[in-house]
């Protein structure tokens, strides 16, 4: 199995390609970066430097078609600009074939805030891959985001009706990560043809860096392993669990532990 990762590097965080890597190599995937960007840290430290990779998804793309590489999974990330998502459509027009599967993780905010790349040029080229994606992996003010709806508190029913309107417009599954339902229970929602699910976990409470990125490899892993799209969110949410749960620093911008809980693919 053969993975393309278009994401970012960033030196802390542990996000990312960071997340990319560690998760998809442990599960016996092999993945194939494409960076869009190198930060010295995730653009939630109060300082960063970011280097964007202005053409490096092209030549990638160029590169591996000389190369005749395939891929059984794609996998989108943070993107920077305008210019590259352009670039990544591109990219997943050329590799993306029947069998690929596609995990859009359509990444442009948190808490009801949004990250430093989002504008409106953004969201609507984010809106044109998530029609293209097999999975898309929104939190919930992402959701909102790709919505067109005010973020602010919903009974779950709605948040369901809200991924469901968001599925109408073209992805295969919509799975809605990290919503929390009370002080001690999250849940995410899977909106797919196969059907909807809540799975539920328990929480600490604490939010940090980078859970977004290591659910998405993970739920991407998982599916690639040959399990269905709702034992792969149950396995991805208890992966995020243990990984919260091994996480000495209070810090959120420093990300979760989860190298210490990585040992085998079984435990991811
Ligand atoms: O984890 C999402 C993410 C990825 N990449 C960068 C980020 C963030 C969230 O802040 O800043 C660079």
Redesign the pocket.
Known sequence: MKVAAI??L?GF?K??LV?DIAILSSMGIEVNPVPT?V?T????FSS?F?HEMHDMVTKCKEEWEKQEEEFDGILT??I?SVELADQITEFVDLYKKDNTVLLV?P?MG?NGKP???YSDQMLDRIVKLTEKADIITPNFTELCILAGIEHKKYEIDEIMAIGESVKAKGSKSVIVTGIEESKDTVCNLVISDGGTAIIRSATNGRSY?????LFAASVLGNVLNGHTIKESVSKAADFIKRSIEATSSTDRNY?VDFEKILKTREQI
């Open positions: 994401n970012d960033s965080g996000c990312s997340a960007a930060l840290a995730q653009t939630g960063y970011q990330g943070y920077p993780d990444v948190d990250y430093a790349n860096s980078g859970t977004g990125d990300g």
